[in-house]
């Protein structure tokens, strides 16, 4: 047997144990390992093809292992599916600047040499996220990679969008999108990024055609004055009697002279502004729907880079804030501007390049969503579709009543082109499965396809399937479709887990996944979002190299809760340089005393043959019950997604009662001569089993520690696994035999005194030679029973002599002696002349006096309202927290004051 390091080294352990994975081929697709286990099929949110692990990566990545690990080791076939999204927007603005850098031109290089430098790009940037994925550990078949991109992946793309043009629910119309003019390209709603943004609100004359009740003009109040050159309404509430008069009549625009009509609309809010409301049909959705509703007409008056088109005189040619600027001037200039006001308000970002977006009138081609939605909604509320947590199954089913047809059309050269073909010559339109020059109706050459891409989630929604074969091969999703869960952030439940559902029920006729996980949102230290710009955004790489990946792992899936946004405590010195985690600084103790607890039982293995577990000890049977419910603990976590509480269960077990408890009672056993072997089978037993579980989580150490153990207990096959990942997973039905109430309630019971009368040694600093003398008061005759039927026990291991158990009323406490207050005994521990108890009652009452004159001093600062007020927020929190351990320090003190008197 392999000797194991002396100290654990994740720099030096996680490449062997990687290429260990690797080379037994331990990742990839295999039928079940035992019948009747069924399937385990999960899809990566596929990255961008050129991206870089984030926090929010590696968390998501560390709950799919997990999933994916467990599931491989209870013997299901699992298949794990890898891949990048060619990112449309994101990979040509990269390649676009890459190509200003070299002197070089998008429009002058064509679409084809362009489409080729972009390819060329992520040959070169494509691999990095993979590589980082592959280090942190995570178990997917890597040779099974898929791209957005790939033929067989286009070529699913161009069926559904063909499909679903001859089905009616593709169309192109000219309608309102949110148009980004630095990317050049239509956005979708829900990609759109809102941001409260200090403004104004200009008020506006527009003089009357005729003058009403002598009045002769109204006043407009907007928050964008440069549209007005667009406007062709004004519109009023229907509930604003006071407007009444003015329906039907009508103003002359200023500077371009445009008579345009007043009237009634149920969009105007009567209490905002004046309560007149310019209407820019081509420029604002809500104003496009009055243009449709009314006839008006619609009016672009901005290219597709948000600069005034010609025909507008000293206007035109002006970008957005030129043209405010201007036109505010000019109403200024002819007395029209009537008065400012501020105004903060919401305003749409492109959340690529963060331009501000322009509501802007544009051809583009939609999906129709009316057929879709209500199938996708039934698969939700039937429970078809699991939401974990549960409330964000109300944030869907809320997006999904609102939904708007889909915008599908964006205005690049990267990714799919849309497959609609045209014939100049008559007229002729179809979407084709293959690309034609020739004209199938009047047999003319002058066809050409639609210069448009497909939004990147429009190709995204057919993840889990068009990954799996389909159109080509759909008896490969036999067994692994539906999915068994995504795992996904919550802000793209609308932009991609919705429109997975509604596809995969339209193509599929079945739901994609039976379980949504939405993972939190991993914040800063202060709960700011995570940013290089901020400098306090974490590289998960840096933590791998300083703490190792399991350490990383452990301390992201501990995070894991349903509160969804949670704080990573990351520490930056001033040049924003990574200093180090606390929190994952502790996941490698952890690790740390993994492996130290590991290396002592393999280190006293000499003699050691496999053999059964018995409980021939009291602290045999408590550990034995323990590890039963640990591994149910554990199992049924994992299954329902509850990845913090498994982490935490696993390590309030293995460090506080295997580590700090069972090895140490059993270290005795294991220089006994007649005892030592089984005590050794009981040990590795544990070991082996807590291995196994901790596993999914932790799975380099793991598999490191497991490598170098003796057989413990063989596989359902009769033999040892190859590898920790490919043993067999502990099963909670086969340890309930294992669970004995009577012995965790007695066991708790001793430790309970043990732990007494250690920290009465430890508070009165009492040698641990020293024999002390217990007197236990139990609350019941149960209570006395079970410790004396561990009396034995706590007199060996706590070095407790003599020990009296006794039941009924309290008596007179004996001199000399302190009594410790429990919930089920009472115990009274017999200190005799080894503590002079005038002397520790004066240290006491001083250590008294100097902790409340400290705390008068806190409280009387903290009610300064000056000091409140001037300083810093965390100084005053620090002072507070302060005050608060002060209280909790004098009220031990006392207690120990009461003990000694």
Known sequence: MEEMPKTYDPAATEPQVLEKWLAGGYYQRKPEKRPGAGDCTVVIPPPNVTGKLHMGHALDDSIQDAIVRQARMRGRSTRWIFGTDHAGIATQTKVDKKLKDEGKNRLEMGREAFIDACWDWTHEYGGIIQQQI????????????????????????????????????????????????????????????????????????????????????IVVATTRPETMLGDTGVAVSPKDPEKAAFVGKTVKLPIVDREIPIFEDW????SFGSGFVKVTPAHDPNDYAMGEAHGLEKINIFDEHAVV?????????????????????????????????????????????????????????????????????????????????????????????NLKDWCISRQLWWGH?????????????????????????????????????????????????????????????????????????RDIIALWVARMIMSSLYFLDEIPFHDVVIYPTVLAKDGSRMSKSKGNGVDPMDLMDKYGADAMRFNLLSLFTNNQDVRFDADFDKQKNFLGSARTEQAKAFLTKIWNASRFLLMNT??????????????????????????????????????????RSLQSFFWNEVCDWYIEVTKTRLSDAEARLQAQRNLI?????????????????????????????????????????????PEPAAYERWVNEPAERAFELTRAVVTDVRSTRARYR???????????????DEVAEAIRGMAEFICAFARVS????????????????????????????????????????????????????????????????????????????KKRERAEELKAEIGALTAQLADVK
């Open 134 to 217: 592959r280090r942190m550990g995570c178990s997917i078949d890597f040779e099974d990679e898929r791209f957005t991109m790939d033929p067989d992946y286009a070529e699913a793309v161009r069926r559904v969008f063909c499909d679903w043009y001859h089905d009616g629910l593709i169309y192109r119309g000219k309608r309102i999108v949110n148009w980004c003019p630095s990317c050049t390209t239509a956005i979708s709603d829900d990609e759109a990024e809102y941001k409260d943004e200090k403004g104004h609100l200009w008020h506006l004359r527009y003089p009357l055609a005729e003058p009403v009740n002598g009045q002769e003009y």
């Open 267 to 270: 969009h105007v809010d009567a």
């Open 309 to 401: 088109v010609d025909g507008y005189g000293e206007f035109s040619g002006l970008t957005r804030d030129e043209c405010r600027e201007k036109v505010v001037a000019w109403f200024e200039e002819h007395g029209l501007l009537d008065h400012i006001e501020e105004h903060d308000h919401s305003v749409m970002h492109c959340y690529r390049c963060d331009s501000t977006l322009e509501p802007w009138l544009s051809e583009q081609w939609f999906v129709a969503v009316d057929k879709l939605k209500g199938p996708a909604m039934e698969a939700v509320t039937s429970g078809k579709v699991r939401f974990n947590a549960e409330r964000w199954k109300q944030s869907y089913l809320t997006w999904m009543e």
């Open 417 to 489: 082109r849309i497959p609609v073909f045209y014939c100049e010559d008559c007229g002729w339109e179809d979407a084709l499965m293959e690309d034609v020059d020739v004209c199938p109706k009047c047999g003319g050459h002058h066809v050409h396809q639609d210069e448009n891409v497909l939004d990147t989630w429009f190709s995204s929604q057919l993840w889990t399937f068009a990954t799996q074969g389909w159109p080509q091969h759909p008896e490969q999703l036999e067994g692994h479709h539906p999915t068994t869960a995504l795992v996904t952030a």
């Open 606 to 647: 000499e003699g050691y043959t496999p053999g059964e577990p018995v409980a021939e000890t009291a602290a045999d049977a408590w550990m034995f019950s323990r590890l039963a419910k640990t591994v149910g603990q554990v199992t049924e976590g994992i299954e329902s997604y509850a990845f913090g509480d498994v982490a």
């Open 685 to 729: 037993f544990v070991l082996d089993t807590s291995l196994r579980l901790m596993h999914p989580l932790m799975p380099f150490a793991t598999e490191a520690i497991w490598d170098t153990m003796p057989a413990s207990w063989l596989d359902e096959d009769g033999e040892r696994a190859e590898a920790l990942m490919v043993a067999d997973w």
């Open 766 to 780: 009492i040698s641990p030679k020293e024999q002390l003398g217990v007197s236990i008061r139990a609350n019941s």
């Open 802 to 877: 003599p020990l009296d158990i006794t039941t009924g009323e309290a008596t007179e406490k004996p001199e000399g002696s302190i009594v410790l207050a429990g919930a089920d005994f009472d115990a009274c521990i017999m200190l005799g002349d080894l503590v002079d108890f005038a002397a520790e009652r004066a240290r006491i009452e001083k250590a008294i006096a100097k902790a409340e004159k400290e705390l008068a001093g806190a409280e009387k600062t903290l009610a300064n309202e000056g000091f409140i007020a001037k300083a810093a927020p965390e100084v005053v929190a």
